[in-house]
């Protein structure tokens, strides 16, 4: 980065003086670069010779109190900062001599539009990429920004920004219309007054004091209306705050923009509001991208009917699955959810799925990006409809499943890292094509687990025991440290209960846990982590612990785990896992014959254990030092 050593200094000078937090330190530094940067246009916005650095520097004293004062009246001749510089108090907690030094230092700067253009976008990255930062939630990494309003493809029209954050994506949106020539009118609303004023600032520097930037809740008050109507805009991109809980859900139930008709809003995350927002914000011709988590595309409940109904609609033209610990500060997967208005002819019907979560470049601290030639890479699959083996797909909307989005759910690796074999290649059409494959629905019942309460104590003579993770350990139930509990609410308990011969299988968390229920006696359950599948008669259950714990069984139950931090394996993916079934007798012979050699592979350890064991033994004889320990051996 150009301007790098010396932003570092400033903000190190800021930080040792006054404690200055990262998002002070950038307020503080944009809005003093803001007096100088106005000299260019002194005339276009009538600013008297006062309003300059230079008169500052000249009083020498109280700069604090004259640094405030020049802003003030800045803003009144210059309406697009009206209110931009209330945080000015920030000056005051600067000695003189501090405040006198970054004053001089930026009035040398003898920078052309340009020039200043891109130093305050070196000044906004570098502050991003600074451990800590707060507000990071704001702030969109200039990859995917350039990603986005490059599949939006703009021709001249109205760009919006519902949760404009730092106002990065607006920025990107006009350096993109500059670059191409065409007219972009930039619109956007943000809820957080500190990144309000930093991001009017930004688009100062960029020279979009036309942009139309409002501050407020943009679910509850969406500053862009006409008449009783939303606004309409030509393209859209939003990196909206995830799983944000809904604080006004009547009001947006009863909305009078009529913006949620698609479904019913879930109460715990304003994911979903803000894609129906979007989407209401759109023209006739309209196109979006919106920033989303996995979990977006796949949680059920009133999300997947919502989804349901935007595949109907055939609103969905793309889902992008980017690379995860892209955001700063955050090691989630996200995503770009594409919507458009108007599908060409040749895309109705369909949804071009692009797996690019291999496509990144990495900075220390194993921080991750998007490179020229990824983004270049993933545009061009989107805007000319390549389909690659494993990276891109049009699949019909008919075909979706469960109204599940995910990438990786169309997209399938044939390459994975299985442990303890390594990186294992597989051959999806093979395994279909196995010999007598039956879904595992068909030789097995399914159960679900019970989910603990806190009215459920834990004591010692409790009438029930729960298997939990920590319980599976190697492959089998370590019984005799189960934990007893007292269930209070126990009317369907029956329907937890394992049996001798039950297969119980992990469905939370990245490793999968496969064990199979020893002789017991007493009532014991599963916790909710776990699925029980019971093996009907011509199924030996250890011939499906051995198969689910292959390569081909982990890759089957690998690539139908979802989830943003935490995986989930979903029982009616668990229930089309497909299992070659071989008749009873030969599972019972294949199954014997495979524990048998078991047993003589760990006989076998021991043996050479031992004698490693005795061989030491004689070396230390040798050195002399065997007299001096004696081995406790039970």
Request: charged share 25%; glycine share 6%.
């Amino acid at each position: 980065m150009v301007y790098e050593r010396e932003l570092s200094h400033f903000m190190d000078q800021l930080r040792s003086e006054a404690n200055i937090s990262v998002i002070d330190s950038v307020q503080t530094i944009a809005s003093i670069a803001s007096v100088k940067f106005l000299e260019l246009d002194k005339e276009r916005y009538s600013l008297p010779d006062e309003l300059s650095l230079g008169a500052i520097l000249k009083e020498g004293a109280f700069l604090a109190e004259k640094v405030k004062a020049v802003l003030n009246e800045i803003e009144a001749h210059v309406p697009f900062l009206k209110g931009v510089y209330e945080f000015s108090d920030l000056f005051g907690r600067l000695s003189n001599n501090t405040l006198y030094h970054l004053l001089s230092r930026i009035h040398s700067f003898a920078f052309t539009k340009e020039q200043w253009k891109q130093w305050i976008e070196s000044l906004f990255v570098y502050a991003g990429n600074m451990a800590g930062v707060e507000g990071v939630e704001l702030i969109t990494p200039a990859g995917v920004n350039e990603l986005g309003i490059r599949l939006l493809n703009m021709e001249g029209g109205e760009f919006y920004d519902g949760a404009s954050g730092l106002s990065g994506t607006l920025c990107a949106a006009s350096e993109y219309a500059r670059r191409h020539h065409c007219e972009v009118a930039l619109y956007g609303q943000e809820i957080n007054q500190r990144a309000w004023a930093l991001g009017k600032l930004r688009l100062l520097f960029h020279d979009r004091t036309d942009a139309r930037l409002a501050k407020g809740d943009t679910l509850t008050e969406p500053a862009f209306v006409e008449g009783n109507k939303l606004k309409k805009f030509d393209y859209i991109m939003m990196n909206f705050p995830f799983g944000m809980r809904i604080n006004s859900y009547e009001q947006l139930m009863n909305d009078r923009y009529d913006r949620f008709v698609y479904g019913r809003l879930p109460r715990t995350s304003a994911d979903m509001a803000f894609i129906l927002h979007a989407l209401s914000s759109l023209k006739e011709n309209g196109k979006a991208v919106l920033v989303v988590t996995n979990g977006t595309l796949f949680r059920g409940g009133p999300e997947a009917v919502i989804r349901e109904h935007l595949l109907a609609a055939d609103l969905i033209e793309s889902v992008i699955a980017l690379p995860s610990s892209l955001l700063d500060g955050a090691a989630i997967q996200i995503n770009l959810l594409v919507l458009n208005k108007n599908k060409s002819a040749e895309r109705e019907g369909n949804i071009l799925f692009i797996n690019a979560e291999n496509y990144y470049g990495e900075r220390r601290r194993g921080r991750r990006y998007l490179r020229q030639e990824d983004i270049d890479r993933i545009v061009a699959i989107y805007h000319e409809g390549l389909e690659i083996d494993e990276v891109s797909k049009f699949v019909s909307v008919r075909e979706i499943e469960e109204a599940n989005l995910l990438s990786n759910r169309y997209l399938q690796s044939s390459e994975w890292t299985i442990e303890p074999y390594g990186k294992v290649k597989f051959y999806p059409d093979h395994i279909k094509n196995l010999p007598c494959v039956q879904p595992l629905k068909r030789i097995g019942t399914f159960y679900r687990g019970i989910n603990i309460s806190a009215k459920d104590a834990e004591t010692e003579n409790g009438p029930y025991k729960v298997i939990k993770l920590s319980d599976v350990q190697n492959g089998e139930v370590l019984i005799d440290q189960l934990a007893s509990y007292e269930i209070t609410n126990n009317a369907k308990i029956e329907s937890y209960l394992v049996q001798e011969g039950d297969v119980i299988i992990s469905v939370r968390g990245a490793g999968i846990k496969i064990a199979v229920i020893p002789p017991h006696e007493g009532d014991i359950l599963i916790s909710h982590n776990f699925i029980g599948i019971r093996p009907h008669r011509h199924v030996d259950p250890f011939y499906l612990k051995v198969f689910l714990e292959s390569p081909v069984g982990q890759y089957l139950l690998l690539s139908k785990q979802a989830g943003t931090n935490v995986t989930i394996l979903n029982m009616k993916d668990l229930e089309n896992i497909p299992i070659p079934v071989r008749p009873f007798e030969e599972q019972k012979e294949i199954i014997m014959s495979y524990l048998e050699e078991q047993k003589h592979i760990q006989d076998m350890m021991k043996q050479l254990e031992k004698q490693r064991l005795e061989s030491s033994l004689k070396l230390y004889e040798k050195m002399g030092i065997r007299s001096t320990f004696t081995l406790m051996q039970s």
